[in-house]
């Protein structure tokens, strides 16, 4: 199932030109509105037909029983499960008493547009009512980037026949009753009626509906209000009950003549304030946005996005689906991160209740390298929440007699919320993935500020739990044993590479992060002792290498495991997961996901430069990408070891992943991940760019892409970076310091204002390596065989 | 909490000479009586006061669904458990209108005798009622060994004081209110009211009720009957409602006068059977019991088990409570075994909830050994039974993408009842185990018919599965890869040796059969290519080994695991999984059960004296025992190597797990597998039998144990074995051609009557290996550093 044939190709913009009702539940994903503290999807304005009602505040959960058939110690006795709440995104429309909906009467016209410059979804309908009036209906939503509490949504609505009498109800609906779940183990949790009504209340045009949800007890507050612009006289009213309230508008429009209504809603949420206060503080949203006023907030939302794309901006040439991918990419990735503020990044943003709209370690190691380099305050936002949720990461390490920190697997509110600890808490490369985005933070910024009241305590902690994992063994090696990397399907291995390299890197900043503020490190408790058994451990990692073979194995033994029978998988038992069971996949040479290739992206000075081409084609022959977590990773290393066409094609596979909806489940909400992995792909994969150690580039363009021109944020530096075939220029567009970066080996210093451009490098013609059959990514690249 | 004190020490019998109300769960499975087709727990006649009520038949379960908070492709759906059904035991008693009941009035005698020659449990009580009268009661009840459907008891009461009046209610109750279950999770699910009236009818002192159960849909009936011998005119009447039926007596005794009812209960069951087939069935028993009559049964009960004890009693001089414990060990063992004909043995028997009533490869690994040796034809029994689950077993391998078959890990009815598959499913050593107990059974029999017609195809389908787990790697080597061993605490390991060693016995064992019989094995499909790759397998197994230590690790990595930290787990921690999550213990050097000992017990040729000695000082040094598979092997191997003191230790501990509730779990019924391991631990252990090849003792005498004597059976021979510190007589008692056995390595060919004497070899004065801290066995041995 594709989105093929429904949207246009355009740079700036998402457009649907048809309405696709089997698929709308696919396109209330791409065309939800967040600002990481509200999202919305993009539900058709009058409620019904939807594909999955979705309204979703950051933090907003209810609790759930986790149940085992066969219970176990420390295992999480309650889940959370992100939770519709109020919707305020209703407005439904009578056209002389007939209900607007799209699946009566006759639909002229019908045009989505998700705008990426003016942060809004634009809505154009024609329709003939069954009667025979025919209207034309225009909204525009937005979710506030600069009013983090708001949503507006303005309707224009004009006959295009003769007169017509219009009434518009525009509401708040708690608990509206949603589909049935799929059975599908990364779809949500099936919650009915959540939320406890507390208290509601109607008064001229606006209403209020607050709510408790039933077991984790957050209290839930939804309030709108509305500006009325007709050219006759209106009738209003308006009513509220436990799960509702209605605001009607009535009126008798004549040809030529336009019904305008601007429908402003605030959400606020609490687990601790009082009703009168999370019930006053709506009230007080929707004051300061009728004070805004709808004209302005859409200039203040385009003024937002301006700045981001000067920041963010991705260019390229010669592929106009890609320039529109990579943009659609980062708006939601911004989408998602923007106003997250102290609350979790989820899987899928706030786009759909996929993976019960849990955070995994797909936010620090996937959307953090992207939000760093564009918008580096929500990347710290991100970690002040890891940050905050130490007390329960402490907890959880004494739980499973570890020391310091042990993060969730998936979360919410910073409980562990894995029930199956296999792949759940036993991947506990999550720690070291928050350190990792701590240290690159820090590199890109120098926020000592943040490093002061945050990272170096995170990264104490997080060294303090691979100290207390890991031992030295006879030889004095230390190992990591039994623990899961990246890879799904694998578990439970000895010397997971990626894991070790990422503990090493772990424990080795923490040290330097330790000396470089002792104050601070002795409030935490750390000395030289507990330092030097950091470095001694980092030094002595095990690294395991096959002497025989010539790569590195993912972990200890794996290249001695049986290999996975592809010959004889069949198209359909795609995701294997489904189909086999963990025993099976577990103790053989099959790969979910990019796992020692990441060890090769984010860690990859371990290796030479033939070693990495050697292991990536290794790991290439037995990938099978069942996870969205693997194509931009693939693509980056690809282009690295000279496959550049293979880069190409992943990087194309990861930006079209919801577009095209590669994996048949962006109805559940979008990949966020992935959607980073887009900007990584052409910014870490044809851009090279590395972030470990010096800033560094090592550019190239594969055919079929004739100019990469992307930009980044270091600290106050803008720089910004063109790839021709001619050569690459790099501009230091604005900073308060020169920066000095590498090209290659080259190092290149800027000053402030200045470029310099520099020849590419010729990538070498190699042999195109093999993926496991028909798992090879749809071929993007020009020619074959590259 | 230790059952000291309340029995009395006796060669042929458990005594309980006071009633201890705490203990009263615990003492209800140890006086359970059982036939292998019916288990009664030894509940009081008058039902209360109880610890647990039990009345199981085996093969009884209702289905419940197993949860998962993640579920994943091929976790069993639903679960069994065994449950409590129809109470055929309840006798209760009203004197002059008061009803009998310890718990009021004075108790001034009690007394409860398990006999096990006579296979009766007596019960001896004097009450006096509060109203002051005094009356004594004797109760005898015997599930019987000759007619597998019956259970009989008979009750006298006589007055001890004045007239009474005297009324006997006799019952059968469905349905009964259970207590709640304690929270461990080798306890019992709880299900509720399982059984659905069918069909009730009382007529004259007959009763029947007919159930059933609610979601497996298996039909139960349950009726009773009475002969009632008074000296008085009686009053009687019975009747019947869905789920009881009642029969009253009533009758006036004067001093002197005694009292005597006999209840025959009957048990029927049946998947298929309709409600009149069943409900003549038991009607069918009950004529048969009551033809036989009460006197008869016993006097065949005693026969029965004279029978047994000519081919099984083992006894000792210097140890009168490991005479005791060893003949109460074989009598449940026996009770277990003796009539489940196409049926499971639970690990619990039938004497308790106990783990659901699910048979795991306790009974093949540690049961059968004890049977095939005593009772063969039971042996065969639960073979046929596997055998009979083979097209479920042959499903498992399909779902699980494997070849062959798949015995499940639990199980009642052969379907998997697992529902943590790294220590259920991945554990597929149960299928070399049921292979390995063919095999032997084969060896000390000889049953050809047996073979052909169950034992060559158990070994091909559990081959064929071990040929599709493992693989040959690059080396050539057959790898097992990804399985988990007996050991518990570790999981999901590379080339398990316990695993690797047994299918290598497994795949030779079946490549063996098929040649012996080649017609069968082609009608099952096996060629001379497949058993050649099943030889090829077997020569190329990967046991990996040590060279550093010079020992066997448990599975390939396990030496160069952190050790466990002995020195900082508390007493109370142990059992460690209730303490410590799988996480920790998987990866780590701490055994729950004998894994790589067990292998030197079973697959002992694989390493040389000195290899075994150094392995099993290595494992004792990390070996918990919080299993209670484990004390049995150990006494074995430690009697091997040359620690004669720490095997009799060993083998108390096993024999006197029940008998003095060392796990505190005896409530939930009996221990099977470890009360069969006290056999082990004296035949195989001091008696150094081992019946793989040639079969060969190697008798010794720990200080404190001055003669042991024990009886086995080899298909018709029957061989007596008298170990005096002297030397060592062999008697070939009954047979029809001589035997060949090994004394050491000495071979000596017994002729049918005759009998040799042979010097026992001196035992080597080793220093007593380490376990971990506060983990040692209880000395029973009498020199300390023996």
């Not at 006759?106 to 009512?129: I, K, N, Q, Y």
């Not at 509401?171 to 507390?198: F, G, I, M, Q, T």
């Not at 530096?717 to 920066?739: D, H, I, Q």
């Amino acid at each position: 199932m594709t989105a093929n044939g429904v949207f246009a190709v355009d740079p700036w913009e998402l457009r649907e030109t048809r309405l696709d009702l089997d698929g709308l539940a696919r396109s209330e994903s791409l065309f939800a509105l967040s600002n990481g503290h509200i999202g919305l999807r993009g539900n058709l304005d009058e409620g019904e037909p939807h594909g999955l009602p979705g309204t979703y505040l950051n933090g907003v959960y209810e609790r759930r029983p986790l149940p085992y058939a066969e219970a176990g110690y420390g295992y999480p006795e309650s889940g959370q499960s992100v939770i519709n709440v109020t919707n305020g995104k209703i407005l439904r429309l009578l056209v002389d008493d007939e209900p607007f909906d799209i699946r009566y009467g006759t639909l002229h016209f019908h045009e989505r547009v998700l705008d990426f410059r003016a942060g809004t979804l634009r809505r154009t309908v024609e329709w003939t009512s069954p009667a025979g009036q025919r209207v034309r209906i225009v909204t525009q939503r937005l979710v506030s980037f600069t009013q983090r509490a708001v949503v507006g949504i303005c309707l224009e609505v004009e006959p295009l026949g003769g007169e017509v009498r219009i009434v518009v109800q525009s509401e708040l609906v708690a608990n509206e009753d949603l589909p049935a779940p799929v059975a599908d183990p990364r779809a949500a949790a099936a919650l009915r009626n959540p939320l406890v009504a507390e208290w509601s209340e109607a008064d001229g045009l606006r209403g209020t509906l607050v709510h408790r949800t039933r077991h984790s007890g957050l209290r839930v507050a939804a309030a709108m209000d509305h500006v009325v612009d007709a050219p006759a006289e209106v009738a209003t009213s308006a009513e509220a009950s436990d799960d509702w309230a209605r605001a009607d508008v009535t009126t008798v429009l004549r040809p030529g003549e336009r019904l305008r209504l601007v429908k402003f809603v605030s959400y606020g949420w609490s687990q601790q304030r009082s009703l009168p206060a999370v019930r006053d503080q709506v009230a007080a949203a929707l004051t300061a946005a009728r004070h805004t006023g709808w004209d302005e907030l859409l200039v203040e939302q385009r003024r937002y996005l301006e700045d981001f794309w000067d920041r963010a901006d991705v260019q390229l040439d010669g592929d106009a689906e890609l320039q529109q991918a990579v943009r659609f990419a980062l708006f939601h990735v911004l989408q998602a991160g923007a106003r997250a503020e102290g609350r979790p990044i989820p899987a899928k943003g706030l786009t759909g209740p996929g993976y019960d709209g849990h955070c995994f370690w797909d936010t620090e190691t996937f959307v953090l390298p992207v939000l760093t380099h564009t918008l580096p305050r929500a990347a710290a936002d991100v970690l002040r929440w890891r940050h905050a949720t130490l007390p329960l990461a402490r907890d959880r390490a004494g739980q499973l007699r570890l020391r310091g920190a042990a993060f969730p697997w998936r979360t919410i509110n910073g409980e562990e919320c894995s029930g199956y600890w296999p792949a759940g808490t036993a991947a506990f490369h999550v720690n070291a993935d928050i350190a990792d985005a701590v240290l690159r933070y820090l590199d890109a910024t120098g926020d000592r500020e943040f490093e002061r009241e945050v990272g170096l305590e995170l990264l104490v902690e997080t060294a303090r739990l691979w100290r207390s994992i890991g031992h030295h063994d006879l030889d004095g090696h230390f190992r990591i044993d039994g623990v899961t990397g990246p890879d799904e399907y694998s578990a439970l291995a000895d010397n997971n590479v990626y894991t070790n390299l990422m503990a090493q890197r772990n424990l080795l900043g923490a040290a330097d992060a330790a000396a470089r503020d002792p104050a601070r490190a002795g409030e935490l408790g750390v000395d030289a002792e507990e330092t030097a058994a950091w470095r001694h451990a980092a030094v002595a990692m095990m690294i395991p290498y096959d002497e025989a073979l010539g790569v590195h194995p993912q972990a200890e033994g794996f290249t001695r495991h049986q290999g996975w029978d592809f010959a004889h998988t069949r198209p359909e038992e795609y995701p294997l997961l489904l189909h086999f069971p963990y025993f099976d996949l577990y103790r053989k040479q099959v790969v979910k996901q990019a796992d020692l290739v990441l060890a090769l992206q984010l860690c990859g000075d371990f290796a030479d430069p033939d070693q990495k081409r050697r292991d990536f084609e290794y790991y290439e022959r037995i990938t099978v990408r069942d996870s969205s977590l693997s194509a931009c990773t693939q693509a980056v290393v690809a282009a690295e070891v000279g496959h550049l066409g293979l880069a190409y094609d992943y990087a194309a596979e990861a930006a079209l992943l919801d577009l095209r909806d590669l994996t048949g489940n962006t109805r559940d909400g979008l990949h966020i991940a992935s959607l980073a992995g887009t900007w990584i792909s052409l910014v870490l994969g044809l851009g090279g760019m590395r972030d470990h150690g010096t800033l560094s580039f090592c550019p190239r363009l594969p055919e079929g892409i004739d100019r990469l021109a992307f930009r980044i944020v270091r600290g106050d530096a803008r720089l910004r970076v063109e790839v021709l075939r001619t050569g690459a220029t790099y501009e230091l567009v604005a900073g308060s310091t020169p920066l000095t970066l590498r090209h290659h080996d080259e190092e290149v210093k800027l000053d402030v204002g200045a470029s310099r451009t520099l020849p590419l490098r010729p990538t070498p013609r190699l042999p195109r390596p093999a993926q496991p059959p028909g798992r090879a990514p749809a071929r993007r690249s020009g020619l074959p065989g590259r």
